[in-house]
């Protein structure tokens, strides 16, 4: 299936015609409410998996018995030690490390609201959303708690746990591992947080600690999950209990025929910080009891794989970017790939020519997924018995209904026929956190509007075409070009600045820059970009930059990105 429309007749359909193609162990509903919350499910799968190994980082190993303890003393820690209350925010910032899933079941057995926050944000996109998540306690690895230093006085947060990367590595080890990042290789740039409480300091006196189960429900508040928003600022999804633990049991659904409790070995290389992540590795793996393989550092693919060395692993998550790394890798070439049943591409499209070398190499197909944070997010999934990659975005999950409108907002019932994306189901947020102006254009007569322009075809195979909204999608991540424009047009130099998305063979997209300068001004590629970095993390970074006399826009005014997108394909 190419995403090509003109060699295709539209013809009427009704329903859902996904149904039909699901195989025929995947249901077409799933139970929403199989737990009461997330606590509910983690009570049951510490007790089912006790003595099983749950997550391994630096060749240290925990197992679900051991997540339990370190998880309650944490849980006790928040709870009595700083005396935080049921639905108060604490943000986590912090790669892949085994200081994650310690602090994330942690904070929810505590009944606090969790605050993913990306460790590689500048100190504008910290502050930013500390403020609008109004956190109060932050659990930060010392790797990046400069950031917060520049910033913490203009938030409201009041604990600082702070964080090293050998902390659950042990005395001798986490002691060597501590040094070598900080002396050797200077990854821990000076900070000032005289207050920060150390995290082994945390868990020691949270052994002490009484600790008290909240009362939690399905429409209870877990996560504020981040996103872009179209004005250039950042959105806070508000993901409840039901939300995520609907989605873990939709992503059980169309890929449980193929797993078995307690066999599983899952790759971890995307951030759990990052939704997708976050519930198919984090919860959906946790849930069937699998011995998850964390990648702290997965830029690095030499290291990466050799962490893969002697690990017999089942499944494996990533982007594109990721596999199009890992299959041009010799070594990873050289990998036996004995037990690999189940990888699962999101966040970005992924490219023919990687799903096809991938197979070759693997023999494991490369499903391709769609979601929305909006969604804990997964909307689309392509079915696991797919002889190969045919560039769908794959069928709507079980309990998940999809349909196209067209700019009337009138539902369309053609095949091969493009119009907007709209959701509905029991995984959608109940909306953004905070007064949004925002919430009225994300619903549309209770259906979410995802700003993607799709297709459908007689099977329910979905394909994304294009994009209604300005968003550019650099390696699976967000970028809104009004907060790259924000940015840019606080140079003393900038007189106008548009910012769109080009293709990129590694990263789908690129930001590319298209400015107009100040009469007179002394204005360069290299001076721009160095004035960009301040302000935002690499991956906004514009990488490509054109200077113009004048930006195409409207008869009012409004600048035309959708012309300069046109002109740099």
């Given at each position: 299936m190419e995403h090509t429309l003109s060699d295709r007749q539209p013809t009427p359909f009704s329903g859902k015609p996904w149904l039909d193609r699901y195989p025929a162990d995947v249901p077409a509903e799933i139970d929403a409410d199989k737990f009461g919350s997330l606590l509910e499910m983690f009570e049951q799968g510490v007790s089912e998996f006790a003595d099983l190994p749950a997550y391994s980082n630096f060749g240290k190993t925990l197992t679900y018995r051991d997540l339990d303890s370190l998880s309650r003393d944490f849980a006790a820690y928040l709870q009595q030690g700083l005396k935080l209350a049921p639905g108060e925010r604490i943000a986590l910032m912090m790669p892949n490390l085994l200081q994650y899933p310690v602090c994330l079941f942690g904070?929810?057995?505590?009944?606090?609201?969790?605050?993913?926050?990306?460790?590689?944000?500048?100190?504008?996109?910290?502050k930013h959303q500390l403020n609008d998540a109004g956190a109060t306690t932050i659990v930060i690895v010392e790797n990046f708690a400069h950031t917060l230093s520049e910033v913490l006085e203009d938030t409201q947060v009041k604990q600082v746990i702070l964080t090293r990367m050998g902390d659950h590595l042990g005395l001798v080890k986490g002691t060597?591992?501590?040094?070598?990042?900080?002396h050797i290789k200077k990854l821990v740039p000076d900070f000032t947080l005289p207050n920060a409480i150390p995290y082994q300091t945390a868990l020691n006196q949270g052994k002490d600690l009484p600790y008290t189960r909240p009362e939690l429900d399905g429409d209870t508040l877990a996560f504020l999950q981040y996103t872009g928003g179209t004005t250039g600022r950042s959105k806070g999804a508000m993901l409840s209990h039901r939300n995520m633990l609907a989605n873990v049991e939709q992503c059980l659904?169309?890929?449980g025929p193929v797993l078995n409790k307690g066999q599983e070995t899952v790759v971890t290389a995307l951030p759990l910080y990052h939704v997708f992540a976050l519930t198919v590795n984090g919860l959906l793996f946790f849930r069937l009891g699998a011995h998850n393989l964390l990648i702290t550092n997965p830029r690095d693919i030499p290291g990466f794989v050799r962490e893969l060395k002697g690990v017999d692993f089942t499944?494996?998550?990533g982007v594109n970017t990721l596999f199009n790394a890992l299959v041009n890798n010799a070594d990873f070439q050289a990998h036996e790939f004995r037990s690999l049943k189940l990888t699962i591409g999101g966040g970005m499209a992924v490219q023919r020519a990687v799903a096809e070398q991938w197979q070759a190499i693997t023999g494991s197909r490369l499903l391709e997924g769609y979601g929305l944070t909006e969604c804990s997010p997964l909307v689309t999934v392509c079915p696991y018995d797919m002889d190969g990659y045919n560039g769908s975005i794959g069928l709507p999950v079980c309990s998940t209904e999809v349909r196209l409108v067209d700019d009337n907002d009138e539902e369309i019932h053609?095949?091969?026929?493009?119009?907007?994306?709209?959701?509905k189901g029991p995984q959608v947020m109940s909306g953004y956190w905070g007064p949004r102006d925002e919430d009225d254009n994300t619903f549309h007569d209770g259906w979410l509007r995802t700003g993607d322009i799709a297709t459908i075809d007689e099977q329910g195979f979905l394909n994304i075409v294009d994009r209604k909204k300005d968003m550019i999608l650099?390696?699976?991540?967000?970028?809104f070009p009004n907060e790259i424009e924000e940015v840019v047009m606080q140079h003393a130099g900038v007189l106008e600045a548009a910012a769109v998305g080009v293709s990129h063979r590694d990263s789908g997209e690129v930001v590319k820059l298209v400015v107009v300068k100040k009469p007179g001004a002394s204005l360069d590629e290299k001076t721009l970009i160095s004035h960009c970095r301040q302000y935002l993390t690499a991956y906004k970074v514009p990488k490509v930059i054109e200077f113009r006399?004048?930006?195409p826009k409207t008869n009012v005014g409004k600048i035309l990105r959708r012309e300069l997108r046109d002109e740099a394909s």
């Open positions: 904070a929810l057995r505590a009944g606090m609201v969790v605050v993913n926050v990306n460790p590689l944000y500048t100190a504008r996109e910290l060597l591992v501590n040094l070598v990042v900080r659904g169309v890929y499944c494996i998550t053609l095949t091969h026929t493009p119009g907007e994306m709209e959701v650099v390696s699976g991540f967000n970028v006399d004048e930006l």
